[in-house]
Structure formats: structure tokens, C-alpha cells
């Protein structure tokens, strides 16, 4: 199995922390597109999102997912809206197999929140604004993915299991 894997989601799917371990199984890099996007900049997504607007945001992130296009050997994980742009959801699906990491709103919703490196959640009705955010991509999501993957009630080790198995890798 060579295939590369991208993993896309919403905020507090556990994206980054799982992409590690799944990494780690099949002997792959991790690519992390908001760590490539803050190394380039110089800055956090925070600083962007304040300095720069969402729009130049959203430019950096098809620029770093641009740049991955031959990689090999890579889990990638995606920040939470880079499948909103139909040049992205391209672009990803040329690097590899797109798989979906879901889990349920409440547990979604407790890690996104739990610190203020989320842009689009440090407003007055966080819980709102993920609500409305969450209802308005889960099509995106689903429509974007070649596999999916509910980690709900799945411990990170699980979480792991259930990708190698969707991805038919399972050892
Ligand atoms: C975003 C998700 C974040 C980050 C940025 C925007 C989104 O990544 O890219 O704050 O639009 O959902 P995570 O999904 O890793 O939190």
C-alpha cells in the first residue's frame, strides 16, 4: 500500500493527534496543512485569521495542499475547511484517498473549544457558530470523501484500528 492518505474533517476530529498515530502504523510522514501554512507565515492561524482575513487564509492553505501534490508516503491532515474550495477537494484528491474522520457534535465541540486556537470558534456564541458551521459541512465532507471513519466512543488506539481498516491496510 502506497497510497497517500488525507485525512479531512471538522475542528476537533482529532485530524493532527490521529494522523500521527496512523502515520506511525503504516511508516509514513505526517503532513500537517495548518503547521505548514504557520512555518510559512511565520505566525499563528490566529495572527492570520486577525492580520489577513479568512480569504487570505483560505489562499495559503490551496497554496500548502498545492505543494503536496507528488508527495509520497504521507498522511495528510487537513485543516477543517480546506475541503470548502472545489480547487482544493481536487487537489486533494490527486495527492490520495480522502477519508473522512468524524465523530459526534458534543465531543467535536468540546475539543475545538478547548483553547482559543480556532479562529472561526473564539466569537461571543461559539456553540452556535459550530453549530451552523457543522450542519453547513457535513455534506461537504461527505460528498468530498472516499472513505469515512466515525470515531465516536473510539479511543485514539480504536480510532487508528477503524482508519487501517477503512483504508484496507489493517495488519
Ligand atoms: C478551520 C479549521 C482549523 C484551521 C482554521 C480554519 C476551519 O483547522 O485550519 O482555524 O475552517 O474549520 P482544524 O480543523 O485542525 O482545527
Redesign the pocket.
Known amino acids: 500500500m502506497t497510497q497517500n492518505i488525507i485525512l479531512i474533517g471538522?475542528?476537533?476530529c482529532g485530524?493532527?493527534s490521529i494522523g500521527r498515530r496512523l502515520a506511525g502504523r503504516l511508516g509514513y510522514e505526517l503532513r500537517d496543512?495548518?503547521d505548514l501554512i504557520t512555518a510559512r507565515a511565520g505566525k499563528s492561524?490566529t495572527d492570520i485569521?486577525n492580520d489577513e482575513g479568512e480569504a487570505c487564509?483560505r489562499e495559503r492553505?490551496t497554496m500548502e495542499l498545492r505543494e503536496l501534490i507528488d508527495s509520497q508516503g504521507i498522511v495528510l491532515?487537513t485543516?477543517?475547511?480546506?475541503v470548502l474550495r472545489e480547487e482544493n477537494r481536487e487537489i486533494l484528491r490527486r495527492i490520495g484517498l480522502v477519508v473522512w474522520l468524524h465523530s459526534d457534535p458534543e465531543t467535536l465541540f468540546e475539543r475545538?473549544n478547548r483553547n482559543r486556537k480556532?479562529?472561526?470558534l473564539d466569537v461571543e456564541n461559539p456553540r452556535g457558530t459550530f453549530n451552523a458551521?457543522l450542519e453547513s459541512r457535513l455534506q461537504v465532507y461527505e460528498a468530498a470523501a472516499d472513505r469515512k471513519v466515525d470515531a465516536t466512543g473510539l479511543s485514539h488506539d480504536q480510532t487508528v484500528e477503524a482508519l487501517l481498516s477503512a483504508i484496507g491496510a489493517q495488519s
Open positions: 471538522f475542528m476537533g485530524k493532527s496543512s495548518d492561524i485569521f487564509f492553505e491532515a485543516g477543517g475547511g480546506a475545538a480556532r479562529p472561526l458551521l
